[in-house]
């Protein structure tokens, strides 16, 4: 199975500060067929199913906000919130759609310092 | 925009066989370019996928290792939903199960907490 590692567990950041979260696959993640890797984030708010906000390791759904962006490659990526708002505390988790079975992250708690 | 909406007990007990559905709109169980998918979470064990069900010419069917051998997802085409069978459980699949779409999940049902007990 693929291990998806998230750092930090919980992170606490200041309004309009920037928050950057990583992910580590323990294998490629990278799908041939268009060059991309199969890495999404999602973001989990109280007692809600969790959100996609970012596929194929950088691409933003559509609604998003363009605060949150998604890079990396190889075996590591990020998730960073360029300036952090109220509403984005929620836990964010990454999961790999590369092979089954699909893997998420432990998720990584953010909150407001 | 496809929507999920999850039916089914919040209570089973040990034993027995745990059963949800999900019915689909804005899509079709058997478009062949996605994927229908059950996932569970729990403090002890986060956010953990279950399996799917998706339609190439024919059906597929793939599973978690950890419960291969008790798991069912079956599609209806003619109630156009999907459903989990969990059959023999015990505590420790009390869980908030979830059905999703695609190979992202973009679509989540809402959410159906299901607790094993006596």
């Known amino acids: 199975d693929i291990v998806m590692t998230q750092s930090p567990d919980s992170l606490a950041v200041s309004l309009g500060e920037r928050a950057t979260i990583t992910c580590k696959s323990s294998?490629?993640?990278?799908?041939?067929?268009?060059?991309?890797?199969?890495l999404g984030w999602y973001q989990q708010k109280p007692g809600q199913p969790p959100k996609l906000i970012i596929s194929w390791a950088s691409t933003r759904e559509s609604g998003v906000p363009d605060r949150f962006s998604g890079s990396g490659s190889g075996t590591d990526f990020t998730l960073t919130i360029s300036s952090l708002q109220a509403e984005d505390v929620a836990v964010y988790y990454c999961q790999q759609s590369y092979t089954t079975p699909i893997t998420f992250g432990q998720g990584t708690r953010l909150e407001i310092k | 925009q496809v929507l999920l909406q999850q039916s089914g007990p919040g209570l089973v007990k040990p034993s027995q066989t745990l059963s949800l559905t999900c019915a689909i709109s804005?899509?079709?169980?058997?478009?062949?370019?996605?994927?229908w998918n059950w996932v569970r979470q729990s403090p002890s064990r986060g956010l953990e996928w279950l399996g799917r069900t998706y339609y190439r010419s024919k059906w597929y069917h793939d599973y978690a290792a950890s419960v291969r051998s008790r798991i069912t997802i079956n599609p209806d085409t003619s109630k156009n939903h999907f459903s989990l069978q969990l059959n023999s459980v015990t505590p420790e699949d009390t869980a908030v199960y979830y059905c999703s779409h695609d190979f992202f999940f973009r679509s989540w049902g809402q959410g159906t907490l299901v607790t094993v007990s006596a």
């Open positions: 294998q490629t993640i990278l799908y041939n067929s268009n060059n991309k890797h199969s």
């Open positions: 804005g899509d079709s169980v058997s478009t062949n370019s996605t994927a």
